[in-house]
Nanobody
Framework: QVQLVESGGGSVQAGESLRLSCVAS????????AGWYRQTPGKQRELVAG???????NYADSVKGRFAISRDTAKNTIYLQMNSLKPEDTAVYYC???????????????WGQGTQVTVSS
């Protein structure tokens, strides 16, 4: 089974930046779309940034203009550059690859352990 390892989280002040990394044990990011998700206690995991197979990106309104997703297929890695962080960005961040079919989305891997991002005001 494909393993995902997220890293790069930490505790920062509002306005600062972090860069998250997600390394996959197999070359899943070169042939699938991918995304960064986040989850806070008691809430569902939400997709905050996505990148398609051909490199097109999309973002949740809450992070648009502040976050940027990218990938390095040679390293089996995707990144999330997070700028101008806000306290409401505090969450555990996860990555995954996926394929969309008519009527649904299939995740390629199981969830990793995530990386905690804490932003204080």
């Amino acid at each position: 089974q494909v393993q995902l390892v997220e890293s790069g989280g930490g505790s920062v002040q509002a306005g600062e930046s972090l860069r998250l990394s997600c390394v996959a044990s197999e070359s899943i990011f070169s042939v699938n779309a991918a995304g960064w998700y986040r989850q806070t206690p008691g809430k569902q995991r939400e997709l905050v940034a996505g990148i398609s197979e051909d490199g097109a990106t999309n973002y949740a309104d809450s992070v648009k203009g502040r976050f940027a997703i990218s990938r390095d297929t040679a390293k089996n890695t995707i990144y999330l550059q997070m700028n101008s962080l806000k306290p409401e960005d505090t969450a555990v961040y996860y990555c995954n690859a996926h394929r969309d079919f008519e009527g649904g989305r299939i995740l390629i891997a199981g969830w990793g352990q995530g990386t905690q991002v804490t932003v204080s005001s």
